[in-house]
């Protein structure tokens, strides 16, 4: 599902690095959010991408803007990462049911290479 300019976002509850609930509907009418996927924990490329919002994190912030982020990682991974990269915004995990809150989104695809390393 592809969320149209202009419509809801559905809301979501999904557990942070530190153990706690976050939900979209929480910061509705609060601050604008942007809500960030990324694919997997201690990866290279999400790590950059990571690393640039939390180095903007201050600007971003004096904007208004709240920046979430999930991944279908663990909590526990996801909390391992997050205080060895000092991310000052939530790192939500989508673990379980997995991809759940992504799928929603429509962003949670099938991996174009099966586990065998053959394409799918």
Known sequence: M????????????LRDHRNEVVSLSAWRHRAAVALVFFPFAFSPLCQSELD????????LDEAGLQVLTASCDSRFTQARWAEEMSYPFPVLSDFWPHGEVARSFGVLTKPSVAPTGRPS
Do not use: S, T
Not at 52 to 59: C, F, T, Y
């Open 2 to 13: 592809v969320i149209e300019i202009g419509h809801e976002a559905p809301d979501f509850e």
């Open 52 to 59: 640039a919002l939390r180095d903007g994190h201050a600007e």
